[in-house]
C-alpha cells in the first residue's frame, strides 16, 4: 500500500465519526422541527413517523436532547420543548432590536383587521416568522414562529426577496428557484417593487390568502409585515381594506423606525 492509500486508511475511521456526527446533528434537529404550538408534544411514534427516523434512535436522541434540556417529559410516553429551548427562543426574539417598535403595530394590525399578523425576515435564503399575533379566530398557519420558508412562497416572503439586493434576489433565483419559472418570477418581483406589496393565494397553506408590504429592520435587515386569512372570508373589498390596512401599518412603522433610528 503507498503512502497515500494507508494515510487514506488511518482517516478512515475519522471521516465515518464525522459523517455519522453529522447525521445525528440533522437528525436531532428534524426532531426538535417538529414541535409546533398547534402541536407541542408528541410521543416516540409520531416523532419517527414525522421525522422518518427510527424509533430507536429516536429513543437515543430524545436522551441526548434531554440531558441539554432541549426537550422533556409531558405526562407518560409524550414529549415538549424544554426550558433551554424555550429560554433559546426568548434570547433569538430579544435580538430584534426594533421588536419593542413593531410588536404594538402588530397586536394593533390583528386588531384592526381581525386577522392573524405576523412579522418575517430573512435569515439566508429563508424568511423566518418572528412575531405573531393571533386574530379571535386562529388560523392553522405553516408560519409558526422560528419556522422558515422559501423566500419565493408566500406574500411575506416575497416581499423581502423582492425588496433584497439586486445581487443577493440575483443569486437565490438561480439557485434555488428552477430554470422554467424564473422569468414568472422576476416579473412578479418587479411588480411587487413597483407597487409596493404582494399578495398570495395558497402558496404556502392551503385556502390561506395573504398580503404583506416590507418594513426596514434592526441592522440594515429587511422585515415583512403580514396579515392571512381563510379565502372563504374575502371578497374584493375586503382584499382591498386589508391592502389598505397593510400598507398603513408598514408606513408607520417606518415613521417610527426612522424617528428612533
Known amino acids: 500500500m503507498t503512502a497515500a492509500g494507508?494515510?487514506?486508511?488511518?482517516?478512515?475511521?475519522?471521516?465515518?465519526?464525522?459523517?455519522?456526527?453529522?447525521?445525528?446533528?440533522?437528525?436531532?434537529l428534524v426532531l426538535l422541527d417538529q414541535f409546533t404550538a398547534h402541536q407541542p408534544t408528541h410521543t416516540v411514534e409520531q416523532l419517527s413517523r414525522l421525522s422518518g427516523v427510527p424509533r430507536s434512535t429516536v429513543y437515543r436522541l430524545l436522551t441526548l436532547l434531554r440531558a441539554h434540556e432541549l426537550v422533556e417529559q409531558a405526562g407518560d410516553n409524550r414529549y415538549q420543548l424544554g426550558p433551554r429551548a424555550i429560554t433559546m427562543g426568548y434570547v433569538a426574539r430579544s435580538m430584534t432590536d426594533t421588536a419593542g417598535i413593531w410588536r404594538p403595530a402588530l397586536v394593533a394590525l390583528a386588531a384592526a383587521t381581525s386577522e392573524t399578523a405576523l412579522v418575517m425576515r430573512?435569515?439566508?435564503?429563508?424568511?423566518?416568522?418572528?412575531?405573531?399575533?393571533?386574530?379571535?379566530?386562529?388560523?392553522?398557519?405553516?408560519?409558526?414562529?422560528?419556522?422558515?420558508?422559501?423566500?419565493?412562497a408566500g406574500a411575506g416572503a416575497k416581499v423581502i426577496l423582492a425588496y433584497s439586493p439586486d445581487d443577493l434576489r440575483e443569486r437565490y433565483l438561480s439557485q434555488a428557484v428552477p430554470a422554467a419559472g424564473r422569468s414568472r418570477l422576476k416579473a412578479e418581483l418587479t411588480k411587487i417593487r413597483q407597487q409596493g406589496w404582494a399578495e398570495s393565494s395558497a402558496e404556502v397553506d392551503q385556502g390561506i390568502w395573504a398580503v404583506a408590504a416590507p418594513v426596514p429592520g434592526d441592522h440594515d435587515r429587511l422585515h415583512a409585515i403580514s396579515v392571512a386569512l381563510p379565502e372563504y372570508r374575502l371578497d374584493v373589498e375586503r382584499r382591498e381594506s386589508l391592502r389598505a390596512a397593510i400598507l398603513d401599518a408598514a408606513a408607520g412603522l417606518r415613521e417610527s423606525l426612522a424617528y428612533y433610528g
Open 6 to 28: 494507508e494515510l487514506r486508511s488511518a482517516q478512515e475511521p475519522a471521516f465515518r465519526r464525522a459523517a455519522a456526527s453529522t447525521q445525528s446533528v440533522q437528525r436531532a
Open 122 to 152: 430573512r435569515v439566508g435564503n429563508s424568511a423566518v416568522c418572528v412575531d405573531r399575533v393571533e386574530c379571535d379566530h386562529p388560523v392553522r398557519l405553516s408560519f409558526e414562529v422560528g419556522r422558515t420558508m422559501p423566500l419565493h
